[in-house]
T-cell receptor, first 115, second 119 residues
Framework: AQKVTQAQTEISVVEKEDVTLDCVYE???????LFWYKQPPSGELVFLIR??????QNEISGRYSWNFQKSTSSFNFTITASQVVDSAVYFC????????????FGKGTLLTVNP | GAVVSQHPSWVICKSGTSVKIECRSL??????MFWYRQFPKQSLMLMAT?????????EQGVEKDKFLINHASLTLSTLTVTSAHPEDSSFYIC???????????????FGDGTRLSIL
């Protein structure tokens, strides 16, 4: 069975602070994919990143960076110099390899960035 | 690229009405589409997986006769909530995944969701 744990239910920061959202996953698959999605108050899900299990390189995209560590089954997401527009619920998700490509979502972390 | 359109974005209707929600992939062919339900302040729960031209696969606990899913083409899937009741009120989100194989590892791209309110 697959499981995604986002232990932080809510995080509140002040603009320009850096913030890290934690994600820990469980899977028995050797090939799997990890995702981060952003859900702003308007409700749509915005795809941020996909990482496969064989690629442990960290990734940076503008103010966003992701740290994937297989040894600790974690795929953490850091926003540098946060902005009010970053306020949203962020979901970490996992899909397996083989015939199981269904997404398993974590419970989400509500990030509030205050001016 | 990879745009998914979901319509309508908001529905308010009376109890007993059937409601149809459309999910379209605008710039790619979606071999597989997924339907999720999200209650306020909760995560997305997968309801069913639909592959073009075949019957949908429903998750445990989801009533097939209540939530009818059709995926008649590579760009369109529909979810019909039959005889809706207030407890069916929720946020429904579809996603679409491309690729040539049923078990594609392409990422899912999500529609904007439909807020369904049953009075």
């Amino acid at each position: 069975a697959q499981k995604v744990t986002q232990a932080q239910t809510e995080i509140s920061v002040v603009e320009k602070e850096d913030v890290t959202l934690d994600c820990v996953y469980e899977t028995r698959d050797t090939t799997y994919y990890l995702f981060w999605y952003k859900q702003p108050p308007s409700g749509e899900l915005v795809f941020l990143i996909r990482r496969n299990s064989f690629d442990e390189q960290n990734e940076i995209s503008g103010r966003y960076s992701w740290n994937f560590q297989k040894s600790t089954s974690s795929f953490n997401f850091t926003i540098t110099a946060s902005q009010v527009v970053d306020s949203a619920v962020y979901f970490c998700a996992l899909s397996g390899g083989g015939s199981n490509y269904k997404l398993t979502f974590g419970k989400g972390t509500l990030l509030t960035v205050n001016p | 690229g990879a745009v998914v359109s979901q319509h309508p974005s908001w529905v308010i209707c009376k109890s007993g009405t059937s409601v149809k929600i459309e999910c379209r992939s605008l710039d790619f062919q979606a071999t597989t589409m997924f339907w999720y339900r999200q209650f306020p302040k909760q995560s997305l729960m997968l309801m069913a997986t639909s592959n073009e031209g075949s019957k949908a696969t429903y998750e445990q606990g989801v009533e097939k006769d209540k939530f009818l899913i059709n995926h008649a083409s590579l760009t369109l899937s529909t979810l019909t909530v039959t005889s809706a009741h207030p407890e069916d009120s929720s946020f429904y989100i579809c996603s679409a995944r491309g690729g040539t194989a049923v078990y594609s590892n392409q990422p899912q791209h999500f529609g904007d969701g439909t807020r369904l309110s049953i009075l």
